[in-house]
């Protein structure tokens, strides 16, 4: 495939940006971003609603996020000697890809004396214990939040360079999080993009969803309100909606205790299963040790 390098590549916030599939677009096509819903970005991208504000806070945090890309980057170059690294960002696409796109590597890497042998690097800090606490500890399978993981396999995908490792600052010295390229992986997050350039193409919004950044897009698709028009709702509509409203607060602290409860139970035992199913586990993060409820054992026991 034609792995072409992008001198003058749209800017984030223009319309011609708006309208590609970028790498830090992907988590949220695939339904993995802990900040964008799929509706969200979906009407993002088909320009039913403009990008979200950049307040001062945000471009503070962005402009944290540069600053600190230059200081990995000179840590991450001493670390490998006999290898050099690009100035800045390389931006790439792929002309055999049938939708719009464009993936921006931090950095790319090679050695001195075999340019051919790149490496691509990318730059992520964790500015809270709760961030950190999402991370795994770098010799750990599936230490990296699945977010990121599938947008790195993605940008090394497109740019051909199947090396690379994501470089996490947080407290200390960065850790170096070396990530197997996996092909199948790829191919199986390319089958995912198609089908959603499609839907942009055909019109066709992906379900909703109760995310925050979901409600966020609806309001922005009515921002009007016509005085004294009436949204007729059937009785069993309405006794749904109040019957979540008055029980969620009670769920969600139920749901705490039960967690707290399982946590005292386990001790230090790794599992927590029901015949041979797992209902969760306690691993290492960066904070400490973790306990993980996992969705999958609420299918395998049929929970409603």
């Known amino acids: 495939m034609p792995k072409v390098v992008i001198d003058d590549a749209p800017r984030p916030g223009t319309a011609e940006h708006r309208r590609l599939i970028t790498a830090s677009k992907v988590p949220a096509i695939l339904g993995l971003s802990p900040w964008q819903s799929q509706y969200a970005l979906w009407h993002e991208m088909a320009g039913n609603v403009p990008p979200e504000e950049v307040t001062p806070r945000r471009q503070a945090m962005f402009d944290w996020g540069h600053s600190a890309e230059l200081a990995i980057a000179d840590w991450d170059l001493k670390q490998n000697p006999g290898c050099k690294i690009s100035d800045g960002e390389v931006a790439y696409t792929d002309t055999d890809l049938p939708f719009p796109h464009l993936v921006t590597l931090d950095r790319v890497m090679w050695q001195e004396d075999n340019p051919d042998n790149k490496s691509v690097r990318e730059y992520k800090t964790a500015n809270s214990i709760e961030a950190l606490n999402k991370w795994g500890p770098p010799h750990q399978v599936d230490a990296v939040p699945a977010h990121y993981l599938a947008q790195h396999?993605?940008?090394?995908?497109?740019?051909?360079?199947?090396?690379?490792?994501?470089?996490?600052?947080?407290?200390?010295?960065?850790?170096?999080?070396?990530?197997?390229?996996?092909?199948?992986?790829?191919?199986?997050?390319?089958?995912?993009?198609?089908?959603?350039?499609?839907?942009?193409?055909?019109?066709?919004?992906?379900?909703?969803?109760?995310?925050?950044?979901?409600?966020?897009?609806?309001?922005?698709?009515?921002?009007?309100?016509?005085?004294?028009?009436?949204?007729?709702?059937?009785?069993?509509?309405?006794?749904?909606?109040?019957?979540?409203?008055?029980?969620?607060?009670?769920?969600d602290e139920d749901f705490k205790r039960l967690r707290n409860d399982l946590a005292l139970k386990m001790g230090h035992a790794q599992y927590a299963q029901v015949g041979d199913t797992v209902v969760a586990r306690r691993q290492k993060g960066r904070g400490g040790v973790n306990l993980v409820i996992l969705d999958k054992a609420g299918e395998q026991l049929n929970v409603q």
Not at 178 to 193: F, N, P, S
Not at 196 to 217: C, N, Q, R, V
Not at 223 to 243: F, M
């Open 153 to 251: 396999i993605f940008q090394r995908g497109v740019s051909g360079i199947h090396h690379g490792a994501i470089v996490l600052q947080a407290m200390g010295t960065p850790d170096v999080y070396k990530v197997e390229w996996d092909e199948g992986l790829y191919q199986g997050i390319l089958e995912r993009l198609a089908a959603w350039w499609e839907s942009l193409e055909s019109g066709t919004p992906p379900p909703l969803d109760g995310s925050t950044a979901t409600y966020k897009t609806l309001r922005g698709l009515h921002p009007d309100i016509e005085q004294g028009a009436i949204c007729k709702l059937t009785k069993d509509e309405a006794i749904a909606l109040l019957t979540a409203k008055t029980s969620h607060a009670k769920a």
